[in-house]
């Protein structure tokens, strides 16, 4: 295998996979194997993992953040409750660990897996990452939002996000938001490098809240471990990664946008340590553009289509989140209004045609011509930034123009990262 997070890992007792991820049965259809075959044969590439990998993968559908969950159940759902935890929280990483007299054993033990970097980590390849997210600026945003959306067909996903309803109704824009900030937090110079700083809190926030989430769902009767394995699971984590740094290095050269194979190698660094961060502890972890490749296909070819309403809602929540709202006029309202036509003709370009078919989405005619006539200038702009003293004056353009369209979204709000959230039903 080609790495690991954790060389304490270990092996899972048993060989399990959820029955709606049906990898198994998927790789034996005469279609599945005939593609793999002729791409193998052809290029003497395999588009899926050996066994050993796919069976590490499946298992870890099963797998969460034990370190964190013991912390969620003793601490944030025990005694101290959760305002109280989050004070504590908020202290300790400003300050340290240490400055938090009494702090429970639980946190202590979270915070020493959290602030200890592991000897993979290549501190120039984070920053490279980081940076690459921050030249992109809000088309990063834009093409996770639309990518996403692909995998809410699968109820594995789509039914945690429909519990908590922060990504459905009308909801959807203020939590598609708070994720921004996120993105916008990690990505800064440094952010997730530095002790204290604002990216490196905003990662453990979003750990916590994530555990104390899955905590809720796992006892929802909706869920069905058996079905789907457990909620936000470690490999869902993984490939959340991957939507971070192999998907959009590939896909934006559609838009213009060019990523090179070493870049992408560094995203996939970047999104590692960023992973790691949020409690993502694999069994096995894709260090290369192929073995990424392979752990996307993985998913393609295991998907079950069994979202249902859940899945509808979240899918067609997410373009009519940016549409203009009662009360808006003037430039606000144009700004939502060109919002929801660009991300609409996003949401249709990186979406399979047959998903979209089978959801109403907004019409992406005439507006599909926005990215046609912006390509040959973000082309130029390419190929501008390679210029010397060009790239950091770029970078800085892209990153005021994000804060400024994040500010102008949220309007006057801040992103909360709260965990104490009950699920809507």
Not at 354 to 363: A, E, L, V
Not at 382 to 392: L, N
Request: charged share 25%.
């Amino acid at each position: 295998m080609t790495g690991t997070l954790d060389a304490r890992t270990i092996p899972p007792a048993q060989d399990r996979c959820p029955s709606r991820f049906p990898y198994w049965q998927a790789v034996e259809r005469p279609g599945v194997a005939r593609v793999r075959n002729l791409i193998r044969k052809v290029t003497g590439f395999d588009i899926l993992h050996d066994d050993e990998t796919a069976r590490a993968l499946c298992n870890d559908l099963f797998s969460g953040d034990p370190t964190a969950e013991r912390f969620v159940g003793q601490v944030y759902h025990g005694d101290l409750g959760p305002k109280k935890t989050r004070e504590l929280l908020d202290a300790a990483l400003t300050d340290g660990i240490d400055t938090v007299p009494d702090a429970p054993e639980a946190m202590k033990a979270l915070f020493e897996e959290f602030e200890t970097v592991p000897g993979w980590v290549q501190p120039e390849l984070v920053e490279e990452g980081a940076k690459i997210w921050r030249r992109w600026g809000t088309m990063l945003f834009s093409f996770a939002g639309a990518e996403t959306l692909e995998i809410y067909t699968e109820s594995a996903v789509a039914t945690p996000l429909s519990l908590a309803g922060g990504y459905a109704g009308d909801n959807a824009l203020r939590r598609y938001l708070e994720t921004c900030r996120f993105w916008c937090n990690v990505s800064e110079p440094g952010a997730l490098l530095t002790p204290g700083s604002v990216g490196r809190a905003t990662a453990l926030k979003v750990r916590v809240m994530h555990v104390s989430v899955r905590d809720r769902v796992a006892k929802h009767p909706e869920w069905d471990e058996e079905k789907w394995g457990l909620p936000i699971s470690q490999t869902y984590m993984l490939l959340t990664l991957i939507a971070g740094s192999l998907t959009p290095g590939l896909a934006l050269w559609t838009l213009g946008y060019q990523t090179t194979p070493r870049e992408i190698r560094a995203l996939i660094h970047f999104q590692k340590y960023m992973g790691y961060l949020l409690g993502v502890r694999i069994d096995w972890y894709p260090e290369t553009i192929g073995d990424s490749i392979r752990t996307l296909l993985t998913t393609v070819v295991s998907r079950s289509y069994d979202s249902g309403d859940h899945g509808k809602e979240l899918i067609e929540s997410y373009p009519k989140a940016f549409a203009p709202r009662d009360g808006q006029r003037g430039r606000k309202r144009l700004r939502a209004a060109y919002n929801f036509r660009i991300n609409s003709v996003y949401s249709a370009m990186f979406m399979g045609p047959g998903t979209r078919r089978k959801y109403s989405m907004p019409t992406v005619i005439p507006w599909l011509v926005i990215p046609i006539v912006r390509f040959p200038l973000i082309t130029a702009m390419e190929f501008a930034r390679r210029v010397p003293g060009i790239a950091d004056v770029h970078e800085k353009i892209m990153v005021a123009h994000r804060e400024n369209w994040y500010r102008a979204q949220m309007d006057g709000r801040e992103a909360q990262f709260d965990a104490s959230g009950a699920l809507r039903r």
